[in-house]
């Protein structure tokens, strides 16, 4: 029998990605489609988004805070 709990482990979908980052499901949705979060894998209406590239959007998406200045 297939279980998908165990074979989707390396994948995460838009509404979890959507909670995690606090955005909107559909604003997630438009960050694919726009090649931001690539690549995503899309099965009829569900999208999955391998955790590789979702910890390389957010590692370009981080801001870090500017090093103050030496006084």
Same mark, same amino acid.
């Given at each position: 029998?297939?279980? &998908? =709990?165990?074979?989707?482990?390396? *994948? +995460? @979908?838009?509404? $979890?990605? +959507? @909670?995690?980052? #606090? %955005?909107? &499901?559909? !604003?997630? @949705?438009?960050?694919?489609?726009?090649?931001? /979060?690539?690549? +995503?894998?899309?099965? #009829? #209406?569900? *999208?999955? /988004?391998?955790?590789?590239? %979702? $910890? =390389? *959007?957010? $590692? @370009?998406? !981080?801001? =870090?805070?500017?090093?103050?200045?030496?006084?």
């Amino acid at each position: 029998m297939f279980d &998908d =709990s165990a074979s989707l482990t390396g *994948y +995460a @979908r838009i509404s $979890e990605v +959507a @909670r995690k980052l #606090g %955005l909107s &499901d559909q !604003t997630v @949705r438009n960050l694919i489609r726009r090649g931001e /979060i690539a690549p +995503a894998v899309r099965i #009829g #209406g569900l *999208y999955l /988004i391998p955790r590789p590239t %979702l $910890e =390389s *959007y957010l $590692e @370009r998406a !981080t801001v =870090s805070a500017p090093e103050r200045a030496a006084a």
